[in-house]
């Protein structure tokens, strides 16, 4: 039985988006071990000094988004 509640679709779409952050601070992540800070135009290296700090809490944040949208999702099923 395929569940198509509106708590079912909101489910989807929060698991969707905490999915989607991961990927995000992933790629994230493995640009920052790219790039050197000293190597790109100074008005950018604020903002990559930034992501380097905050980084781990997106991902963090994410995957809780993730967890708790999956969880959503085995609520509507049952």
């Not at 903002?47 to 999956?70: C, D, E, K, M, Y």
């Amino acid at each position: 039985m395929e569940p198509t509640t509106t708590f079912a679709q909101v489910a989807e779409t929060v698991a969707g988006l905490g999915a989607l952050g991961l990927l995000t601070g992933t790629l994230n992540l493995f640009a920052l071990r790219v790039v050197r800070i000293d190597e790109v135009p100074g008005c950018v290296q604020p903002r990559i000094r930034w992501w380097s700090t905050h980084n781990p809490a997106f991902l963090l944040t994410s995957a809780a988004v993730t967890a708790a949208g999956i969880v959503m999702m085995i609520v509507a099923a049952v």
